[in-house]
């Protein structure tokens, strides 16, 4: 505690914070802080003003005081603490009054303090779907014991203390030597690691699976609401690995800023790395995350054998990638998928609209994201459901035949879209807005507006099945770049389909404009 930054009063008591939940001692001293003279005799009161729940009792010896902490995470206990020295050929002292607040939580109140050892202990201390209260920022060091992995090895809540500025734990990886850098949580088989306003940052792990959190043990759970994870680094999943038959859930939660690194260049998942997972985001974002390999931010694949388990994800509204350039997700290998997202065989993406609390719908938004082949979402031989989405400003880079999908790249699978939209989206190759290619797309009540191609397919280029339904238009490109190949037509492969589902309806009058292959 700093004592000096409080009076004591009733009204400003000093705060004692206690990590694991055990009692506060306080040694009594003079006020230059020596012991007493021997005939001294001290007379001390303890008076619980404030509080319940307590770990044990108070406790008054001739040499010290105990002070029981709230058994209760976030908890806080407030004593009045009395005392007088008296003794024969001493003047009898003033009565000394100081009021202390006893709270159960793990506070950084000097840089001095190993914090992460402390943090680690607490966690330690907490007993099974208990909680653990942090106030400040919990940072690895190199000093022994104070930095590693933390191992989630029961079901339990770490959330931000009440009334706390910050809540920030920090592994540090950019000033701990190598042998000390590590991911912040593994969480074990079975167990649940709920966290709450919390900001992760500086997480590495020089393997596979999570920068900051790994969720691989089988029916592990990682639910994440109102955090902020930043700066972490792996191979697979620069934040969040998580593996076959577990969970991860994000609410209004910001991956920002993470790496799917390593040696031989083949990261994935910038922001999550799924494999034969379960993961739902709501009202999350997820920008300036970058891969090596495919997905930028996001990397779904199925488990290995002998299960072969596929990974599904659902995200309800929020944003991957951003207006701004430090928002754009990105793979960096100029034949790598998926900027934004990359979902590999047999694996479900949903994206869904969210509601807040005022009842209105959000739907997700895939902005400004860059890879060489599907700047936004590539989907091989999956299951794609989109609904009310914003896929707007993505890049598709590499000009070879296998390039393509600004907006989104579909290889084999089903792809149905309703009510979305897809604007300005960009290929070097083909299919600037959306590249349908061997699998099926159904395209309902959608617009594709001022996207291009270099080559062919501004809008869509179909090499598969289309099918166009109710109001879903193609917006013809209009002024000087009217009948333009590649700028926002459909360019339709020989022997391939368009299949109008009804009567059409759309904006303007004029579904598309075609361009057959010749």
């Known amino acids: 505690t700093n004592s000096a930054a409080h009076s004591g009063s009733e009204t400003d008591p000093i705060p004692v914070y206690s990590a694991y939940g055990s009692a506060v001692k306080l040694t009594i001293k003079k006020t230059d802080g020596t012991d007493y ?44 603490v009395t005392v007088k020295a008296t003794g024969e050929g001493f003047d009898d002292s003033t009565t000394r009054t100081l009021y202390y607040k006893v709270c159960r939580e793990v506070k950084t109140v000097t840089s001095t303090l190993p914090m992460w050892h402390i943090l680690k202990e607490a966690i330690a201390h907490t007993s099974a779907g208990g909680t653990v209260v942090v106030n400040g920022e919990i940072k690895a060091t190199n000093a022994g014991g104070n930095n590693g992995e933390i191992t989630i090895g029961k ?109 031989v260049n083949n990261g994935t998942g910038g922001a999550i790395y799924a494999q034969g997972a379960t993961v739902t985001l709501t009202n999350c974002t997820l920008k300036g995350n970058e891969a090596q390999e495919n997905g930028g931010a996001i990397h779904v694949e199925k488990s290995g054998t002998p299960s072969f388990a596929p990974s599904t994800v659902t995200i309800e509204g929020g944003i991957i990638g951003g207006t701004n350039a430090a928002d754009a997700n990105k793979v960096t290998s100029p034949y790598g998928f998926g900027g934004g997202i990359y979902v590999n065989d047999g694996c479900i993406l949903t994206l869904n609209e969210y509601t807040d609390d005022g009842g209105v719908k959000y739907g997700v938004r895939i902005i400004g994201n860059e890879a060489g082949r599907a700047g936004g979402v590539r989907a091989n031989n999956s ?37 979305c939209t897809l604007t300005g989206n960009t290929a070097v190759n083909n299919g600037g807005g959306l590249n349908i290619e061997k699998g099926s797309a159904v395209i309902t009540n959608c617009t594709l507006t001022g996207n291009e191609a270099a080559k062919a397919g501004g809008g869509v280029y179909v090499d598969g099945t289309m099918t166009m339904s109710g109001s879903a238009t193609v917006t013809p490109s209009v002024g000087s770049d009217i009948d333009k190949p590649g700028k926002n037509d459909v360019y339709l492969k020989s022997g391939k389909t368009i299949t109008v589902n009804g009567k059409l309806n759309p904006t303007g009058g004029t579904a598309a404009r075609i361009t057959p292959e010749t």
């Open 383 to 419: 299951i794609v459901t989109m609904e009310n989405c914003t896929i707007s400003g993505n890049k598709a880079t590499d000009n070879s035949n296998l390039g393509g999908g600004g907006g989104v790249y579909t290889h084999g699978g089903t792809l149905t879209m309703t009510r």
């Open 37 to 80: 003279p021997a005939g001294v005799i001290l007379s001390q009161g303890v008076q619980l003003v404030l509080g319940s729940g307590l770990n044990g009792s108070i406790d008054v010896t001739p040499d010290f005081i105990k002070l029981p902490s709230p058994v209760a995470a976030g908890g806080e206990a407030v004593y009045k």
């Open 155 to 263: 079901s339990l809540t770490i959330e931000k203390a009440d009334g706390a500025t910050s809540a920030v734990i920090n592994a540090n990886k950019n000033n701990l030597s190598n042998g000390n850098k590590d991911r912040i949580f593994k969480v074990e088989s079975g167990k649940t690691l709920t966290l709450e306003n919390l900001t992760l940052k500086g997480g590495q792990n020089s393997g596979t699976f999570g920068g900051a959190i790994n969720v691989t043990g089988g029916l592990s759970k990682a639910e994440l609401t109102d955090c902020i994870i930043e700066d972490c680094q792996a191979g697979q999943g620069g934040a969040i690995g998580c593996g076959k038959g577990t969970a991860v859930t994000l609410t209004n939660t910001t991956i920002q800023n993470c790496k799917a690194h390593t040696p």
